[in-house]
């Protein structure tokens, strides 16, 4: 069945508005997902969990500079007034005293349903002694100044036992009654969203609304030049998807721009260039339909290598116009296309390996990257010559193409050089091995310097949690995780009195389970009881019995009263606390206990040796951060093997030649070494994109071996071909060059790598080509 | 208002009759001395307790501004002052605490902290400076002059010896007080 031109392009026009309905409706998204493991182990999930949900992902922290100290604080108070009344913010503290006098009154309320030391020995005789003499005792101690006033209806100490649990941590600076940083230069605010720390539009909302009031808070003080600094991973968020987005467009735009430049140049036909470029729309298209349809979302940074796939996806175009001159399509077919079917063989061996990455992003780029190499070698094979036989016919390259053949004849010198150099870039990586590589997630993080750093100052001067240890137990209700949450903090106790640890926190300190409530309030004695064991443990005491009316009363109110529950946390910034640390999930209920380090740091071994039994599962977020990133790398060098392994089977299956398989991937080999060792003079620390970079290199040099290997084995060269093969190296560095210009570091590594890998290949290919081929 | 005129008043009449000591002088003597160890006796009086509250341990001063005082009796604490970081050290727990965070608390300390160290802008900057006696045995009064202060303070007096304080007593504004008597160990 032969199919007409205009048939074959009603057909392509299908698929492609297709693939456009698909497009148009799939998801995009630019956040941090992208790095985070698909198939997580427990504590993975959790580090995820934080990542996307927990209350540090929401935190937002902001500075004022500019003016007094004191119109400072009035900027600060009136803008903690305004983002208060939004719905976008679950809390806004600026250290106003206000609120902690509402949760130091409700601590104090609760005292007998919330305090740890109460059990049924507190209140009798002796422990009334004991605890009572306690209290007398500490205020003869400054600390003891503020409890004074409460001694006549706190006299065993309840609430000082209460607050002695909490975080004694440091606490920020303050300067005219509100947070100041360590230098008191800028006022400080801690802000919490609504918006989960996933949902990047929430966040760029909240974060636009503190930015807008705070311009005018600042008009409405008077102080026009306040300037606002603000950080968290809300911003980070934001930011990193505004320069994915920014960058996706600009890097094809300038690949795009370049490549048709190249080929306008060639070609000289808009036609022709029309032609050429209808298998990379196509193979653009596809790669975002296959990876819509297989992962729902589609990440930016995967579009953003689009610009790279561009200038591989128009070698075939290029190959099959070039080398079709003379021969005609049937000529072209029997001989260069087996040679261009080998080479994308190759590029899929080198994308594929990617697929079975754990890393979503990199299965992302492998899936898209092969599907839209694929496509446009298939277009190009099957529907461009349909579409060009009408097409004028190019200029002629012969005589282009017989003194770049002069060229390579002359190229043969430079065996030996290239090889030294080779070995000697292969013994500096060697000697340097333990320097190469870069051990941080954090290298592949879209973050810029400057936030890191502007974060890193004021997360010091707003003393913010990093939540960086963490144990987590689930249960199945609120009551079974709080009553969990006891457990395990009882056995942490033990390591904070051992000093090994400075504490921790726990939603059951303000929000008891209902059975240690219970069991509390069975602890309190009656009121005649509790006067009479007054009477007699006060016998010798400073303070006398009947000065302790509010204490009788008090009791009485607590033992009557019923188990407090979340409502009545309502209104504190303990509410905050408790939800924070007690969540509910799809599948029951998590209790979070951030820990403390003391002086030294956390002991994970012993903490979970401590925990034993408890079922809570301890995490160090820094150590899964760096075990994730461990665990990728690892599997990127797998795969990499894997992948380069499956490129040498199928080169050894084609070629059935040692010799001709040796002098396909010598020069690959010395491009990687040459590269590699070049980045890493340029001060370059390779993360695992460089790997993944290495391996294209190969999966994409290949095709120009491929080629010299196909004319040696003729004992000629073709002067069209090696034109053909040097315009398309030239876009396909032009293609992954772009990327090198990207500030997102996945792009970049990739972009570094491939780019002047994929020209080394090339050149070292034609210095490496046996003599006599090229006469 | 009238607390400070009647203070005026009686600063007024105590100055002409001692016109040998003054105030900088005073200074001058403290900030001569460079510091070291001395045993305390603290005694607090407390309306709520029939009995006064008494603790007891050993103070070192070194000058300017670092201050330990560790209280062996009747619970052990260490307090340490160093520059504006107020610590507290207690049955294992630490509290400390930022001053400068405090504007109370910095005022309150910073009336021992001048005096030992013979700084009268520090002093003078919330307090108004009487003094009496001579240089052998002088006694500072110390007026709170700001409002907030005054809420928890009444009177500060100390007392001394050319440049070492033997004596600082605080009348609370509930009409509690305190006395702490020093008792210099060595001798320079």
């Known amino acids: 069945m032969k199919l007409t031109a205009g048939r074959t392009f009603l057909l392509w026009l299908l698929a492609m508005l297709a693939a456009a309905a698909i497009v ?30 927990g209350v540090v992902s929401r935190l937002l922290m902001v500075a004022i500079e500019g ?59 002796d422990g009334l002694k004991v605890a009572i003499s306690d209290s007398i005792d500490l205020l003869a101690s400054p600390t003891g100044m503020m409890l004074k006033p409460l001694l006549p209806s706190d006299p065993t100490g309840e609430l000082f036992a209460l607050l002695s649990g909490l975080n004694a941590g440091i606490q920020p600076n303050s300067s005219a009654g509100v947070w100041a940083s360590r230098d008191g230069e800028r006022a400080m605010l801690l802000i919490q969203t609504k918006a989960l720390g996933s949902d990047t539009d929430g966040q760029e909302q909240a974060i636009n609304a503190i930015r807008s009031h705070f ?58 260039l029309a032609l050429g470029l209808l298998p990379v729309v196509s193979g653009a298209l596809a790669g975002i339909v296959a990876v819509s349809l297989v992962y729902g979302t589609v990440f930016g940074i995967t579009i953003g290598f689009g610009a790279a796939l561009i200038g591989e996806a128009v070698d075939y175009s290029i190959y099959y116009f070039v080398q079709s001159r003379h021969g005609g399509l049937d000529g072209w077919r029997t001989r260069f296309w087996p040679t261009v079917r080998l080479g994308v063989l190759t590029s899929i061996c080198g994308f594929g390996a990617l697929l079975f990455s754990g890393f979503p992003g990199l299965s992302q780029l492998g899936l898209y990257a092969l599907s839209g190499v694929l496509t446009a070698a298939l277009v190009t094979r099957f529907i461009l010559p349909q579409l060009s036989a009408t097409a004028p016919a190019m200029s002629d390259l ?34 340097e091995r333990d320097g190469l590589w870069n051990p941080e997630l954090s290298a592949l993080s879209p973050i810029s310097k400057a936030d890191q750093l502007t974060d890193m100052a004021l997360r010091a001067d707003i003393a913010a949690p990093d939540s960086r240890y963490l144990a987590v137990i689930n249960a199945a209700d609120r009551e079974a995780a709080l009553q969990a949450a006891e457990k395990a903090g009882a056995q942490l106790d033990l390591l904070v009195s051992a000093g090994r640890i400075a504490g921790y926190d726990s939603p ?41 009316t509010p204490f009788l009363q008090d009791m009485d109110n607590a033992r009557q009263s019923a188990s407090l529950t979340r409502v009545e946390l309502n209104g504190t910034s303990l509410a905050l606390a408790v939800d924070a640390l007690l969540l509910q999930q799809s599948n029951g209920w998590s209790v979070l206990l951030p820990l403390r380090p003391g002086e030294q740091d956390i002991d994970a071994a012993e903490v979970r040796t401590a925990l034993a039994g408890s079922g809570a599962l301890f995490i160090d977020m820094k150590v899964e951060f760096d075990k994730l990133y461990n665990d990728y790398l690892h599997e990127a060098m797998l795969l990499s093997l894997a992948g380069l392994l499956a490129i040498v089977a199928l080169l050894a299956a084609s070629l059935r030649s040692p010799r001709r398989l040796a002098a396909v991937l010598l020069p690959l080999i010395l491009s990687v070494l040459l590269v590699v060792a070049a980045l890493h003079l340029l001060g370059e620390r390779l993360h695992l994109l460089h790997l993944i970079g290495m391996l294209l290199i190969v999966a994409v040099g290949s095709n120009y071996g491929l080629f010299f290997d196909h004319a040696s084995e003729q004992g000629h060269f073709d002067p069209e071909t090696l034109a053909s093969m040097l315009i398309a190296n030239l876009t396909t560095a032009i293609g992954f060059g772009t990327l090198a210009l990207s500030k997102v570091p996945v792009l970049h590594a990739v972009g570094v790598t491939v780019g002047p890998g994929a020209i080394l290949a090339l050149l070292l290919s034609a210095i490496f080509v046996s003599r006599g081929t090229c006469r | 208002m009238i607390k400070r005129l009647v203070a005026a008043l009686l600063l007024c009449l105590a100055m002409p009759a001692f016109a040998d000591f003054d105030v900088a002088q005073l200074m001058n003597d403290l900030a001569k001395h460079k510091g070291g160890k001395a045993k305390f006796v603290e005694k607090k009086t407390i309306a709520m307790l029939d009995k006064p509250v008494i603790s007891s341990g050993e103070m070192t001063y070194s000058a300017p501004d670092r201050l330990e005082k560790r209280t062996l009796l009747p619970k052990p604490e260490l307090l340490t002052l160093d520059k504006d970081l107020l610590s507290i050290e207690r049955e294992k727990q630490k509290l400390t605490i930022n001053l400068n965070n405090q504007p109370e608390a910095l005022a309150f300390i910073d009336s ?77």
């Open chain 2, 112 to 188: 021992i902290r001048g005096t030992l160290s013979g700084n009268r802008a520090a002093l003078e900057k919330n307090y108004g400076l009487y003094l009496s006696g001579n240089s052998n045995k002088w006694v500072l009064t110390l007026l709170p002059s700001d409002q907030k202060i005054a809420a928890l303070v009444l009177r500060i007096v100390v007392s001394g010896s050319k440049g070492q304080v033997r004596s600082i007593e605080y009348l609370q504004a509930d009409g509690d007080r305190s006395l702490l008597t020093i008792e210099p160990l060595d001798v320079k």
């Open chain 1, 215 to 272: 311009a005018g808070s600042a008009q409405a003080t008077g102080l026009a030049d306040a300037k606002l600094q603000l950080s968290g991973p809300g911003l980070f968020a934001v930011n990193s998807r505004a320069t994915i987005r920014d960058e996706v467009g600009r890097l094809s735009l300038i690949s795009s721009l370049a490549i048709i430049a190249v080929l306008l140049f060639v070609y000289r036909s808009f036609k022709l």
């Open chain 1, 508 to 548: 059951a300190r303000f929000l008891p389970s209902a059975a240690s409530q219970e069991a509390r309030r069975n602890s309190l004695p009656g009121s005649e009881d509790l006067r009479s064991r007054l009477q007699t443990a006060l016998a010798d005491s400073p303070l006398a019995a009947n000065k302790l």
């Open chain 1, 398 to 431: 012969v005589p282009f193409g017989q003194s770049l053949a002069a060229i390579v004849r002359a190229l043969a010198l430079f065996r030996w050089p290239v090889i030294v150099l080779a070995l000697a870039a292969a013994l500096l990586l060697f000697v």
């Open chain 1, 67 to 125: 003016g007094e100290a004191s119109q400072r604080a009035q900027l600060s108070r009136d803008l903690r007034g305004q983002l208060e009344k939004l719905p976008d913010f679950v809390s806004v503290q600026n250290g106003e005293t206000g609120s902690q006098t509402v949760d130091r009154d409700f601590l104090f309320k609760h005292r007998y349903a919330l305090s740890p030391a109460i059990n049924p020995e507190r209140f009798t005789v």
């Open chain 1, 24 to 53: 148009w409706n799939s998801r995009f998204t630019a956040d941090m997902s992208f790095f985070l493991p698909a198939h997580p182990t427990a504590e993975q999930q959790v580090l995820v969990d934080q990542l996307k949900e």
